[in-house]
């Protein structure tokens, strides 16, 4: 079997039937993403422990590329720290632009080489890794918002002051 007919099996079976497909609920974030050249459409659901991704979901209508691609992130980054979604979202997206990329150690989002050979698609496999990172942004955000309200806390207790004005 070709190289380029393995990768086409791995997405038609990842569009066939897609993993990690519906919603979390409860989530700690939720985006979405369109992608209008194409018509993809997904919502990404996500839930986080720490700086790990504990678990996520996406639902959506696109072509087979954005669905295949959405599906197979899904499983690379599930259970992942960030740093390491950081990295795989790097080689993913060098992997589908830049001819010589490598795909060592990618697994199936290796798959996804092929899709450079077709610039128009390449916004289809990209999208659920933007879509990713939106839910990340929005999780960092949460957290900082708590953060600012701890340390808003923290000053009240260390140092009560009562305006007289
Ligand atoms: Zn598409």
Redesign the pocket.
Known sequence: MQLTELYREVILDHNRQPRNYGRLDPHDAEAKGH?PL???QLTLTLRSEGNRIADLRFEGN??A??MASASMMTEAVKGQERPAVDTLFQRVHALLTDPAAGSEGLGKLASLSGVREFPA?V??ASLCWHTLNAALAQVDATLADAALANAGLAARDANPTVSTE
């Open positions: 992608n194409c018509g993809d696109g072509c590329i954005s698609r916004k289809c």
